[in-house]
């Protein structure tokens, strides 16, 4: 099944003027392709067919180097167009066709998205932080305000003018995407210090107090033992007081762990969280103590095998400006640890830091399942 998904997408200024001088090359081509056919009917009666048109616009490509700035994919989908055409009107479903008028030819197909087989990007995909991308020289990034998930497997772009604006609509195909994988069940989670889980869908996970008493504890104990004659025989009878917490803190946090990530494979299909590099963020000191001891990478292992054994999935995404960019908009805005809320200086948006941050991952998520299925 084939759906279309309609989003508008903000070109800048520069971006604008070239997509609309690539509709007029399309257009142009499109018009020149009709004008070819009529004459050769005309002349021997024969058909010219998109075999024929494709042949000449190579030639027309070395004479007119211009027509090399749109991708050929859409160039090419041109002909496609025209013969469409033609077929409607030998079924008798519409008039014979015509010259196009600037207002009359205002979209353009991708007839391909994303990868291709071999991983190379496509003449347009989406880019590492989830906008629209036409290789550098070109267009390179095209905002896209996505307000609702892209659902299944893109199969084509239609790049779509309507007065001033631009949209994009993607041909959506859903079995790519398998059955028991319900992208409509997804879920992003930001782990993180001050809570230990914030989901997409608004609930959060503390750090169960029994496990902060016992934290409580062994900060206390470790500040007596700092006191203590070394070598002692209370100093050694602390040192295994000491190791007796820590290896009840391990124990119960990794009972929870395991609690959570069952319940969270169970009731999710998709599961996104950050792909966070836990050995890179363990030599800023000031984090690492308590780092090391949430057992986030701990979480995400436990996250993984239980999805797959529920037949979900575990979608890891990259963790650049997951809390900086804003989850409504898209714009990015710079705070530091500290600053707990997210104020969008574009749109406006108030949120939680975290919960920010863990919209952002669902749709970062989303956007590559979808991109490598
Ligand atoms: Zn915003």
Request: charged content about 30%; glycine content about 6%; aromatic content about 10%.
């Amino acid at each position: 099944m084939l759906l279309n998904q309609k989003y508008e997408i903000f070109p800048n200024e520069e971006q604008k003027e070239m997509l609309d001088r690539w509709l007029q090359y399309c257009r142009q081509t499109y018009n020149s392709a009709l004008l070819d056919k009529q004459r050769k009917y005309r002349e021997s009666k024969e058909s010219y067919r998109r075999k024929d048109m494709q042949t000449q616009l190579k030639m027309d490509k070395k004479n007119y180097p211009f027509l090399k700035e749109v991708p050929s994919q859409p160039l090419q989908e041109v002909f496609l167009r025209l013969e469409k055409a033609f077929d409607s009107f030998f079924r008798k479903d519409k008039n014979y066709p015509k010259q196009k008028k600037y207002k009359d030819y205002t979209s353009m197909t991708f007839p391909q998205f994303g990868f291709n087989a071999k991983g190379n990007r496509m003449a347009m995909s989406f880019s590492d932080n989830g906008k629209l991308y036409n290789t550098k020289p070109k267009l390179g990034e095209i905002d896209l305000l996505l307000h609702r998930p892209l659902e299944g497997t893109i199969k084509q772009l239609v790049m779509k003018r309507q007065g001033k604006r631009w949209y994009a609509i993607f041909s959506v195909e859903r079995q790519g995407v398998p059955s028991e994988m319900d992208p409509n069940n997804a879920i992003g989670i930001d782990v993180g210090l001050h809570k230990y889980a914030v989901l997409s869908d608004g609930r959060e996970f503390e750090n169960p107090t029994f496990l902060r008493k016992k934290e409580k504890q062994l900060k206390i104990a470790q500040r007596k033992l700092s006191k203590m004659k070394r070598g002692s025989s209370n100093y050694r009878k602390q040192v295994m007081r000491i190791r007796q917490l820590h290896e009840k803190i391990g124990n119960q946090r990794r009972d929870f762990l395991h609690k959570l990530s069952y319940n969270l494979s169970r009731t999710y299909s998709v599961v996104c969280v950050e792909n966070l590099n836990i050995r890179h963020m363990v030599r800023n000191r000031k984090l690492s103590k308590s780092i090391s001891d949430a057992g986030w990478g701990m979480f995400r292992q436990m996250l993984s095998y239980k999805c797959e054994k529920s037949g979900g999935l575990l979608v890891k995404v990259e963790p650049h400006y997951t809390s900086q960019d804003c989850s409504s908009c898209g714009e990015r805005v710079k705070k530091s640890l500290s600053i707990r809320t997210h104020i969008c200086t574009k749109c406006g948006v108030v949120l939680d830091r975290d919960y920010n941050a863990s919209l952002n991952i669902l749709q970062k998520g989303l956007e590559q399942l979808l991109v490598t299925n």
